[in-house]
């Protein structure tokens, strides 16, 4: 994939990222454009187990983050 012909297209992106996208291209004498396409790369290509669980995709915990409950839950649920 990473000798495919490139493609022309216009796509809207925040400011706050783009500018992020320059800093980090900046950093590795590449251009915005490559460092879009390499950024995009690594992310498309990890891997995104999806858990269903009664019809419903569940969300992946992050390591080592607290465990809601149903009394936490039903203590937000009465917060105004």
Known sequence: MR???SMRTT?????D???????????R?????????????ITL???HPVEIRN???LI??????PITTM???DRLMEEP
């Open 3 to 5: 000798d495919a012909e």
């Open 11 to 15: 796509l809207d992106i925040d400011d």
């Open 17 to 27: 990222i783009l500018a992020a996208v320059k800093e980090f291209a900046t950093q």
């Open 29 to 41: 004498n590449q251009s915005a454009d490559k460092a879009i396409s390499h950024l995009l790369r």
């Open 45 to 47: 290509s990890q891997a």
């Open 55 to 57: 019809g419903i995709r």
């Open 60 to 65: 992946p915990r992050t390591v080592n983050a």
């Open 71 to 73: 009394a936490e839950v």
